[in-house]
């Protein structure tokens, strides 16, 4: 869920952005604005949602423990209502567990690759 440094500078983004960027239906994403009630992008004249950096960090909050801790809908929003700052911190200690967990695959993978016959060293 990182983001790449092009759409880092970026100030706003599209509910179809958003949408790939964390892998959710845009309507789940619409839905959580009834239930999140910090979570409210801008809207231009037509209607089109403009999401800002500090919605992409809600959203990440919200899927990690949405759909990555599968917490309810409500014990998410109290949780993220009353403790922001754990919630935040949460996510980036999971988000470095997970990069580290990547890389020592990779790691294993490459020791497996040199290893005859997958036999330890």
Not at 7 to 34: G, H, M, N
Not at 42 to 68: A, F, S
Request: proline share 5%.
């Amino acid at each position: 869920m990182a983001l790449d440094a092009e759409k880092e500078i970026k100030r706003y983004y599209s509910i179809t952005e958003v949408s790939e960027l964390f892998q959710q239906p845009a309507s789940k994403l619409r839905y959580w604005e009834t239930v999140f009630p910090d979570l409210k992008p801008k809207t231009n004249n037509r209607g089109v949602r403009l999401y800002t950096q500090k919605d992409l960090d809600l959203i990440k909050l919200i899927v990690y423990y949405v759909v990555e801790q599968k917490m309810t809908l409500s014990g998410a929003a109290k949780l993220i209502k009353e403790k922001p700052s754990a919630a935040t911190k949460t996510t980036s200690v999971a988000e470095r567990l997970a990069n580290i967990r990547s890389q020592l695959e990779e790691l294993q993978k490459a020791l497996d690759a040199i290893s005859p016959n997958g036999q330890p060293f």
